[in-house]
Structures are given as C-alpha cells and as structure tokens.
C-alpha cells in the first residue's frame, strides 16, 4: 500500500542538526510568521518532509513552502521565505 503525506510528515525539530548546518546555530525554537497565512509560531512546528532530494519545511496552517534546504557537491542550499525573530 503506497504512502501518503501524512506518513512522510515529521515536525521541524527532525531537521534541527541540518537548520544549524545551514544558519550556524538551533532555530527550532526561533519564532517565524508565515508570509501567506500570517501564523506565528516555532520552527519546530512546521511540517517537514525528508523523502525527496532535500528538505522542505511547510507551514502547519495554509501548507505553504517556508523553506526548502537541498544537499548539493558544493555544500547544502537554501531558500527561505518564513521571517524569522528570536524567541
């Protein structure tokens, strides 16, 4: 029986060591606001999928990307549009 989405789906907190590779410290906890629902809240809880060629971490709310990190020969990339704050 094939998988879905919900089966795929881990929170932020599975990606914490590969946000600190990528920003150089832990933004789990670090509060951020959805750009296209406006809902605030932790990193570590926006939904993220690992089973592809790299990372995309989506809003909880209105499952838009917030951000997508990709592994590639020249080191690991990124793209964010979730603006981030300290908690």
Do not use: K, W
Not at 28 to 55: H, K
Not at 57 to 62: H, N, S, Y
């Amino acid at each position: 029986m094939p998988r879905s989405n919900d089966d795929l789906t881990l929170d932020g907190n599975a990606v914490g060591g590969t946000l600190s590779e990528v920003f150089g410290e832990d933004l789990t906890g670090a509060e951020g606001t959805c750009p296209d629902c406006g809902t605030a809240g932790p990193v570590g809880t926006l939904r993220a999928y690992t089973n592809g060629p790299g990372i995309v971490l989506r809003c909880p709310a209105c499952d838009a990307v917030q951000l997508v990190i990709v592994r590639t020969p020249r080191g690991l990339r990124h793209t964010a549009r979730r603006r981030l704050g300290r908690s």
